[in-house]
């Protein structure tokens, strides 16, 4: 069982920066690592992955602004956002996946329970 913590949301403005960290209670080297958001009335989204091997992916909304990273030393994975919009504001959630990297939500295994990113215009 992997147990996850997110941590670093809060307010910012518009153009600003926000670092969210995913701490896992286990060792989680050889998951895939993934960040969702979900805004009000809105599905869970996709916003970035990384694999066991350090690939990465990105939804088509974030690319170029939001950066994810992992440490696997401290089993925790991290997430830069840059150039925040007021469409970011969402809950981030972070989640692991014991296989490959797929971006469809369902097939995570552990989550955490979320962290408020809101972005003023």
């Known amino acids: 069982q992997v147990e996850l913590v997110e941590s670093g949301g809060g307010l910012v403005q518009t153009g600003g920066s926000l670092r969210l960290s995913c701490a896992a209670s286990?060792?989680?080297?050889?998951?895939?690592m993934g960040w969702f958001r979900q805004a009000p009335g809105k599905e869970r989204e996709f916003v970035a992955g990384i694999d066991r091997s350090a690939i990465l992916y990105y939804g088509d909304s974030v690319k170029g602004r939001f950066t994810i990273s992992r440490d696997n030393a401290k089993n925790t994975a991290y997430l830069q956002m840059n150039s925040l919009k007021p469409d970011d504001t969402a809950i981030y959630f972070c989640?692991?996946?014991?296989?490959?990297?797929?971006?469809?939500?369902?097939?995570?295994?552990?989550w955490g329970q979320g962290t408020q990113v809101t972005v003023s215009s």
């Open positions: 989640a692991a996946r014991r296989s490959a990297f797929i971006s469809y939500d369902a097939n995570y295994d552990y």
């Open positions: 286990g060792r989680t080297s050889s998951y895939t």
